[in-house]
């Protein structure tokens, strides 16, 4: 009785209520069991509709919401129109955005309210503000926790200050100056004899594979000593393969409120999940299992990376990381530093190929810097080259590394513009969305601009002037607030030293008739399909 009182509507009178139950009792009393059972599953599916009208059982009402985004069906809420939009989940959100205004909602099974918000403002909020009370949660954490533990991208409170202490410690100046003399260009130059192949066969190919194996071997280096040799190995990576499928399920999952009991319940998904979670565990514990196996000797003879960092913290009580949470950390850094820097490469290049005069004026920059050499320097990367900075990061505007993320609130909050956010709530943003948001870029939002990114100035080096920088609340692709992207600077110099090397070699050229690439459906934002180039000895 309790439940079916649970269920009436605020709006029913007693007097109704009285009424209803007279003429129940009396029908009642002519009735089987199996009769009477089948009356109250329908009452209680009645009742149930009746307060969850237009949303996600569970969910709790938001008339102060109303005309916030598209109207739910009883007990399912948005789950049709999130299942419907499919591998088009950013251009319906995207939609929701230009039909709604700056904040939308929707709710799901399961997963209950989405409250989405698009300006600056509320990122600010989010992200910096209130940040103590904005976390992953067990949601997400739950989702990922095959892929990625425990790790930097869902820890919060002192598990997260812990990756993110100490992972600070090897992203330094020092390190970036040996990064961009040495390893960024040995990469590049290894790129280079690839594309020497490509061009002496005079065929297309697949540019954006190519970028992905150059940002794996340089970040398989970096974080774990891993040289994964992808770049000049033909055919497919096992890692890389089963990272993408990965990434790929992930996204899966945030869209599919059942993805637990379809993976229990198909066997070939629920092999393929496994297997590939076995490659990324097996990688990241061969690695760590030979650096624990390393002598003194062996340890001085080669660079510091992150593994020596994580290998080597120690808690307040003397213990360290285990091998799994070890693992987390290869993992996490992995999805950050390989897939983000050679997806924005990947749609950056195919911009240059579009737009013949973004090129041109990339040429007139670095010869005007290098003179046709490749003595590359951190400071003439991060001081005189405004352009190439500026075509880079107004390609992560328009495609952002992470394109849609979300957290959850923890207790009751109210958002500048006055937007009531309930605990458990949770509060989506997507980058790419705001991104192309002209009350926030202006009517040219959705267009590539290099130029919004530059500052006049007869001083400079560069015939380009000097770079202009954004608040990191209106321009979000590396993060914001205590969370902002450690290795903001590193991809931003691997992007520019790998673009510099390559377009002082090399022409490329689409291949004819080639379509407009769109994003994946994935938690990065990769191109849906193969970028097909060829390239030329320049």
């Known amino acids: ?115 989405d918000v698009n300006t600056p403002e509320a990122m600010q909020h989010i992200l910096r503000d209130n940040f103590e009370n904005y976390e992953k949660g067990d949601f997400f954490a739950g989702m990922f926790a095959d892929v990625l533990g425990a790790g930097i991208f869902v820890a919060n409170g002192t598990t997260w200050r812990i990756h993110r202490k100490t992972a600070a410690n090897i992203f330094t100046t020092r390190l970036y100056r040996d990064l961009v003399q040495h390893a960024f260009k040995e990469s590049a130059n290894e790129l280079g004899q690839v594309f020497d192949k490509y061009t002496d066969r005079g065929v297309y190919f697949d540019l954006q594979n190519e970028f992905t194996k150059l940002t794996l071997d340089a970040f398989g280096k970096l974080t774990f000593g ?59 514990y061969i690695a760590i299992e030979k650096r624990r196996k390393e002598t003194e000797e062996e340890r001085e003879v080669r660079p510091k990376d992150l593994l020596d960092h994580f290998i080597g913290y120690k808690y307040e ?17 992995m999805i950050a530093g390989r897939d983000t820097t050679s997806q924005a490469l990947t749609w950056m290049f195919w911009l240059v190929m579009k737009y013949p005069q973004t090129e041109a004026k990339l040429l007139e920059e670095i ?34 590394p992470v394109p849609k993320n979300g957290k959850v609130a923890v207790n009751d909050d109210v958002l500048p513009d006055g937007t009531k956010i309930y605990a458990k709530d949770v509060v989506g943003f997507s980058t790419y969305c705001m991104h192309r948001n002209p009350e926030v870029w202006g009517p040219d939002a959705a267009e590539f601009v290099p130029e919004r990114w530059l500052l006049e100035d007869p001083k400079a080096k560069s015939p380009f ?8 609340f209106k321009f979000n692709s ?31 050229e689409l291949q004819p008739n080639h379509p407009e690439p769109i994003p994946k459906p994935s938690v990065t934002c990769p191109m849906k399909d193969p970028l097909m180039v060829r390239v030329l000895k320049r």
């Open 1 to 115: 009785m309790s439940i079916l009182l649970s269920l009436i509507p605020s709006s029913v009178s007693i007097l109704d209520l009285q009424r209803a139950i007279d003429r129940y009792m009396v029908w009642a009393q002519n009735q089987s069991r199996l009769e009477l059972g089948a009356a109250a599953v329908g009452l209680l599916l009645v009742g149930a509709m009746l307060k969850w009208p237009d949303r996600a059982i569970g969910t709790r009402a938001r008339p102060d919401l109303k005309g916030k985004g598209d109207r739910g069906l009883p007990l399912v809420g948005n789950l049709f129109h999130i299942i419907r939009a499919g591998e088009d989940s950013l251009w319906y959100l995207d939609s929701l955005f230009k039909r709604y205004g700056n904040v939308v909602t929707f709710t799901i099974p399961g997963a209950g309210r989405f409250v």
């Open 226 to 284: 891993i040289d994964f040799k992808a770049l000049l190995t033909e055919g497919h990576n096992e890692f890389g393969d089963a990272f993408d499928y990965m990434t790929n399920r992930i996204d899966q999952r945030l869209l599919n409120p059942f993805w637990r009991l379809g993976e229990a319940i198909f066997p070939s998904l629920r092999k393929k999940v496994t297997t590939s979670v076995e490659i990324l565990n097996r990688y990241a």
């Open 317 to 333: 009580d003397g213990s360290k990381l285990t091998d799994e949470e070890l693992r987390d950390v290869f993992v996490n850094f």
């Open 367 to 400: 010869e005007a810097v290098f003179r046709g050499t490749d003595e590359y320097t951190y400071e003439a990367l991060t001081q005189d080259m405004p352009y190439t900075k500026a075509v880079f990061y107004e390609t992560l505007r328009l495609f952002p």
């Open 465 to 472: 002037g000097r770079f202009k920088n954004e608040s990191l």
């Open 478 to 508: 590396f993060n914001a607030g205590p969370r902002l992207c450690l290795g903001q600077t590193f991809a931003t110099l691997e992007a520019m030293v790998t673009t510099v090397y390559l377009l002082q070699n090399y022409r490329f």
